[in-house]
């Protein structure tokens, strides 16, 4: 089993820090880390953010962006999720407000991937809100990015060339497809296997996609905004060190445990590539659960499932 300690070290396999990254970042050697993937608070007011002038945000969040950058490798990324910020039924999208602060750094935007998912608040003056963003910044062109590791299922993997020099063979990757810049990920609500206490966690699938991708094994991948830990358990999950920091205790203590988990391979997660439900068509969820039954059984104990909901 790994370590997890709450103070910087580069011997543990996981960091976990029940403070304020403003803080705890400065504790962090430059160019050590080759990941950076967050979700920061989008202030609006929840109850573990105090909602300020969209100024006073923008100066907070500059402040530990120009921090990840000094501690980013020459090689790596930085990964920024966020949604909107909304007042009176107007959204600023955040990715927008903050991309000059990237942009200042001489950052490369890679990918503004949209993350969609099925499920949230339902508006009544506007189109209900079903994606955020990440955007995906690399420092320099020389990057780390292996699209092998999260190429998904081809819609027809056994189709091939019908004429042509290749005439017979296959035509498409047989080791799937590239997943694109839009992600169709369920969040997750009250039915998710992920779910905790915590009003806005990311699915841990998300996660393991851009640490998969863009780290290699026993790197460095860091969350300032950690809450429950998710970014930490898809880090320990694939072999990967993961450090993040968390002000509230309660968040904390959920991180520490899950972390520990997902070392111990008993952290119950939604599955990559796992299809949406479609009630439409039911059996190819069917099929699935079934070829994944086998890998599961293996995977995890008897361990009750890791619901944390009170
Ligand atoms: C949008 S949530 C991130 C949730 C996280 N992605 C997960 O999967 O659990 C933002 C988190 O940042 C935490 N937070 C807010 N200010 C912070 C600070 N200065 N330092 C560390 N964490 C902070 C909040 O308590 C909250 O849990």
Redesign the pocket.
């Known amino acids: 089993m790994g370590s997890i300690v709450n103070k910087y070290s580069d011997k543990a396999d996981a960091v976990i820090n029940n403070?304020?990254?403003?803080d705890?970042v400065k504790t962090i050697p430059d160019q050590s880390v080759k990941l950076v993937v967050?979700?920061?608070?989008?202030n609006i007011g929840?109850k573990?953010?105090k909602k300020s002038s969209l100024k006073e945000y923008y100066n907070k969040q500059e402040q530990i962006i120009d921090e990840c950058v000094r501690i980013l490798a020459d090689d790596g990324s930085i990964c920024w999720?966020i949604g909107n910020f909304v007042e009176n039924a107007e959204i600023v999208p955040l990715d927008i407000l903050l991309y000059s602060i990237f942009q200042k750094h001489d950052l490369k935007l890679r990918n503004r991937i949209i993350w969609q998912f099925g499920h949230g608040l339902h508006a009544s003056k506007r189109f209900s809100g079903r994606y955020e963003s990440i955007l995906w910044f690399t420092k320099t062109d020389n990057y780390i990015f292996n699209l092998d590791s999260v190429r998904i299922p081809q819609k027809y993997p056994s189709k091939r060339y019908f004429k042509g020099p290749r005439i017979g063979e296959l035509s498409c990757n047989p080791l799937g497809k590239n997943p694109s810049d839009i992600w169709d990920i369920p969040n997750v609500k009250n039915n998710h296997v992920e779910k905790t206490i915590?009003p806005?966690?990311?699915p841990i699938e998300l996660v393991e996609r851009l640490v998969l991708s863009l780290t290699n094994e026993n790197d460095l991948v860091f969350?300032?905004?950690?809450?429950?830990?998710?970014?930490t358990a898809a880090a320990v999950k694939n072999r990967r060190r993961g450090i993040g920091?968390?002000?509230?205790e309660e968040?904390y203590s959920i991180?520490v445990e899950r972390t520990k988990r997902a070392m111990e391979g008993r952290l119950k997660t939604r599955p990559m590539n796992k299809p949406i439900y479609d009630p439409k068509n039911p059996k190819i969820n069917l099929e699935y659960e079934l070829e994944k039954a086998t890998e599961q059984l293996t995977l995890f104990d008897k361990t009750p499932i890791y619901g944390m909901t009170k």
């Not at 403070?19 to 403003?22: Q, V």
């Not at 967050?38 to 989008?42: A, H, K, R, V």
């Not at 969350?223 to 970014?231: I, K, Q, R």
């Not at 920091?245 to 509230?248: A, N």
């Open positions: 403070g304020s990254c403003y705890f967050t979700s920061p608070p989008y929840k573990y953010e999720q915590h806005c966690q990311f969350d300032p905004f950690l809450g429950v830990g998710s970014t920091c968390e002000i509230m968040y991180a």
